[in-house]
């Protein structure tokens, strides 16, 4: 992705302080377990100081958890780690899984890091519905986009570039939508914050930091201010 990748690398590293933050908060409330769906190579129970009896769950494919575990082989997670091969859009085997994951715990905080956008709306609410259905699952961790920034989202250079797995969930009103489907904000924490306190500013063409200083600060603000990660509970 060599058009966008600079300003992807510096959202998935300002959306991994603000993910970590917000799993320590749930932590320090009382969740006493993590359900993350579409994984990844996510290594938090590697690097996190999790409590020792914190139980995790990762699913994604087969061939990512293959890659993974080879990987990280030599590595000690440092809490309860299990991990789980599923094909999450399959929604029968999904919702078989969830009817027996996790039986023992009472708080448990969900996980869709960079799973959302590729889904379409029917999959999200369907995803959503089936997260309702279970009464541990507490808490609900995903993105947020305003709905300005999906031109941006679309771009022809970005629309080539993710052409095998582009983004298709592009909901009228974000927030209206999950409260269709059962769930609700309860923090958000824009990119904007990240920029603010580590003084650390997305990548942008020379051009545009030229006429940067001639660009009220509000009008900036509200730009940083269209993406970010949220939690969301149960209505």
Same mark, same amino acid.
């Given at each position: 992705?060599?058009?966008?990748? +600079?300003?992807?690398?510096?959202?998935?590293?300002?959306?991994?302080?603000?993910?970590? +933050?917000?799993?320590?908060?749930?932590?320090?409330?009382?969740?006493?377990?993590?359900? &993350?769906? =579409?994984? !990844?190579?996510?290594?938090?129970?590697? $690097? *996190?100081?999790?409590?020792?009896?914190?139980?995790?769950?990762?699913?994604?494919?087969?061939?990512?958890?293959?890659?993974?575990?080879?990987?990280?082989?030599?590595?000690?997670? +440092?809490?309860?780690?299990?991990?789980?091969?599923?094909?999450?859009?399959? +929604?029968?085997?999904?919702?078989?899984?969830?009817?027996? %994951?996790?039986?023992?715990?009472?708080?448990?905080?969900?996980?869709?890091? =960079?799973?959302?956008?590729?889904? &379409?709306?029917?999959? %999200?609410?369907?995803?959503?519905?089936?997260?309702?259905?279970?009464?541990?699952?507490?808490?609900?961790?995903?993105?947020?986009?305003?709905?300005?920034?999906?031109?941006?989202?679309?771009?022809?250079? $970005?629309?080539?570039? *993710?052409? &095998?797995?582009?983004?298709?969930?592009?909901?009228?009103?974000?927030? !209206?939508?999950?409260?269709?489907? =059962?769930?609700?904000?309860?923090?958000?924490?824009?990119?904007?914050?990240?920029?603010?306190?580590?003084?650390?500013?997305?990548? *942008?063409?020379?051009? %545009?930091?030229?006429?940067?200083?001639?660009?009220? #600060?509000?009008?900036?603000?509200?730009?940083? #201010?269209?993406? !970010?990660?949220?939690?969301?509970? $149960?209505?």
């Amino acid at each position: 992705m060599p058009d966008f990748s +600079r300003y992807t690398e510096w959202a998935v590293v300002s959306r991994t302080v603000i993910i970590d +933050r917000f799993i320590e908060k749930a932590i320090q409330e009382g969740t006493d377990a993590v359900l &993350n769906l =579409g994984a !990844g190579l996510d290594a938090r129970p590697y $690097r *996190m100081n999790l409590p020792e009896n914190l139980d995790w769950v990762e699913v994604d494919y087969s061939s990512i958890m293959a890659h993974k575990k080879k990987i990280l082989a030599n590595e000690t997670p +440092r809490c309860r780690l299990t991990q789980v091969e599923l094909d999450l859009a399959n +929604r029968t085997q999904r919702d078989a899984f969830f009817k027996t %994951v996790l039986p023992k715990a009472e708080k448990v905080l969900v996980l869709t890091e =960079g799973l959302i956008p590729y889904l &379409n709306e029917t999959q %999200v609410s369907e995803l959503a519905e089936d997260l309702l259905k279970r009464p541990q699952f507490q808490a609900w961790i995903s993105e947020y986009f305003d709905p300005r920034v999906y031109r941006h989202l679309k771009a022809n250079t $970005r629309t080539r570039a *993710m052409k &095998n797995s582009p983004f298709q969930f592009y909901p009228k009103n974000w927030f !209206g939508f999950f409260n269709a489907n =059962g769930w609700t904000e309860k923090e958000t924490v824009h990119f904007l914050n990240i920029v603010v306190e580590f003084k650390r500013t997305p990548p *942008m063409p020379k051009w %545009v930091k030229w006429i940067l200083p001639l660009i009220p #600060k509000k009008v900036i603000d509200d730009a940083l #201010k269209m993406s !970010g990660y949220t939690v969301m509970k $149960r209505l």
